[in-house]
């Protein structure tokens, strides 16, 4: 029942919509081709983008930097404040950001509500902060001198966002790089650019009522090449970036040789370890959501079960059962449990990883495939599926961003974290137990060695409270909740000297 056209007049997109905006200003690169955003729901285009060019890059950063000179001088509080009303109209917008969410990446309604209700959380989120960027305060060893910290703001933090999270990676970033008193350069996915177009409408809307100057919200919509923009531009001072790690080691590359910040959220190969002591009803739940939600297109989607082996046949077989009951459908119908994938590229990976496993000697379990017919227009529909593996198959090194789970059993536990560690990301894990020893070994430094370690709950999703991200290839980035704010900032240590002498540190004597 949802009228499209409808909602996409709401949000403020147009049919052919400009490239890049440094806030109430919208611009277009001339001689440049509209690109049609297709939906994975039905394969029907939804509007058309212009892609930007160097020379709307060019403006959107001039009009940054200006704008970060005036947006450092007002009070954090005062920041926070403008936050707020960001928050008040994204919860205004709820229902139709959300639907657009689903339209533009095929996840559920419910999950594409859900990612809006997230940037609302982190909106409160940084209104608090906005209160509480804390330094130290440190005793000086010299008389009457007094040592502190404080943070101030970078300047430009530059933002790449993958499609499978189109706006709430960007409130989690720019949220608070915004209470820090950062300006931001978003560059989202180039599959989904409508959703940061009506996301920057919103924004710009609250800052200019608020007196706030153009260019603390930038957009630039375009591929790869405008995130390599950002990556080597020495005026972005922090870049934070969300998708591959193919892309992250390409953008680690290149912001490293300028010796600038970056912040790194990559792929995951996430896994959960099911004891001979788990409450196996959770462990299916925890199991099936994570590993189909989302069509397994969550950086954070359960890729490996890591089963004991006296639960393995028993548990195998619930597991299957469950599947042969999945809805596989339009994500806008409630029905359905499993949506499309994103785009056909996505559907050849998913058919590529399959092929790849069953020729290193995979047991298929439950049957993947491509969908066709009514319905499954997009041509993007796959069939969850769940492979049979064993740990030093490569595939399993991998993550492939589609609905596949592989199988591993164990005996020990030591060794069932030895396989959970054994690949090269680092980003969620989960155990289902309910032995204490077990509990506790596994959070332990000998236990996973992940960003996110859960106990009988499953790998997928996270709250905004706590830092977000991973380890290894996952780039070592945190960013949202806890004390991830602070790579939002320089910290500066200052001593002052308030008596009417000038000794120096550690007793050193300089006398004439
Ligand atoms: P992707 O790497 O293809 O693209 C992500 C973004 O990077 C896009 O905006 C793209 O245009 C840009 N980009 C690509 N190459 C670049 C380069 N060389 N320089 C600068 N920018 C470049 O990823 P995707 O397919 O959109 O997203 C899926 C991936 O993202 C998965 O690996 C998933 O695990 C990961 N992801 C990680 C997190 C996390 O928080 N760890 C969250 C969401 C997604």
Excluded at 185 to 212: H, M, Y
Aim: hydrophobic share 40%; charged share 20%.
């Amino acid at each position: 029942d949802v009228n499209v056209r409808e909602i996409l007049k709401a949000l403020g997109i147009a049919e052919t919509n400009p490239s890049w905006s440094t806030g109430e200003k919208w611009g277009t690169a001339p001689d440049t081709e509209a690109k049609a955003v297709v939906s994975p729901v039905n394969g029907q285009p939804l509007a058309k983008v212009i892609f930007a060019n160097a020379g709307g890059y060019e403006q959107a950063v001039q009009e940054a930097q200006k704008a970060f000179l005036k947006w450092r001088t007002f009070p954090a509080p005062k920041r926070g404040e403008i936050v707020r009303q960001i928050g008040d109209q994204l919860r205004k917008n709820k229902e139709k950001l959300g639907a657009l969410v689903s339209l533009e990446m095929g996840k559920s309604l419910q999950e594409g509500w859900g990612e809006v209700q997230e940037m609302i959380d982190i909106c409160d989120f940084a209104v608090g902060l906005s209160r509480q960027l804390y330094g130290l305060s440190m005793h000086s060893e010299r008389p009457q001198h007094r040592m502190y910290e404080q943070w101030h703001p970078l300047g430009i933090v530059g933002i790449i966002s993958a499609f499978n999270f189109p706006v709430a990676v960007w409130s989690w970033n720019a949220m608070i790089a915004w209470v820090c008193g950062d300006v931001c350069i978003w560059k989202p996915s180039e599959k989904t650019p409508l959703t940061a177009i009506a996301c920057q409408k919103i924004a710009a809307d609250v800052f200019k009522r608020n007196g706030v100057p153009e260019g603390v919200s930038c957009l630039v919509a375009g591929g790869r090449e405008t995130g390599e923009l950002l990556a080597k531009d020495p005026r972005v001072a922090l870049v934070s970036a969300t998708g591959s790690t193919r892309m992250g080691k390409s953008v680690a590359a290149v912001v490293g040789a300028r010796l600038g910040r970056v912040l790194l959220e990559l792929g995951g190969n996430n896994a959960i370890i099911i004891t001979e002591n788990a409450d196996l009803d959770m462990a299916l739940t925890g199991s099936l959501f994570g590993a189909v939600g989302t069509a397994g297109q969550r950086c954070t989607s359960t890729r490996r079960l890591i089963i004991h082996e006296s639960i393995y046949e028993t548990f195998k077989a619930r597991l299957a059962g469950a599947y042969r009951q999945l809805k596989i459908g339009n994500p806008l119908d409630q029905q359905n449990h499993v949506g499309p994938l994103i785009d056909k590229d996505a559907v050849q990976g998913y058919l590529d990883a399959i092929e790849k496993a069953k020729a290193e000697g995979g047991k298929i379990l439950v049957e993947g495939g491509v969908l066709e017919g009514e319905g499954y227009a997009s041509g993007c529909y796959v069939r969850p599926c769940i492979i049979e593996t064993e740990k030093d198959m490569e595939i399993v090194q991998q993550e492939t961003f589609a609905p596949i789970l592989y199988l591993l059993r164990y005996g020990s536990l030591d060794e069932a974290i030895a396989i959970q560690n054994g690949v090269p990301q680092g980003l969620s894990s989960a155990i289902m137990t309910t032995n204490l020893r077990e509990v506790e070994l596994y959070l332990s430094a000998a236990g996973s060695d992940c960003g996110i370690a859960n106990v009988n709950i499953g790998t997928s999703g996270a709250e905004i409270g706590g830092a977000f991200g991973g380890e290894k290839e996952t780039g070592g980035g945190r960013e949202s909740g806890s004390d991830a704010w602070k790579t939002y900032m320089r910290r500066q240590t200052n001593t002052i000297n308030y008596g009417a002498e000038l000794p120096l540190a550690q007793g050193i004597r300089f006398d004439l």
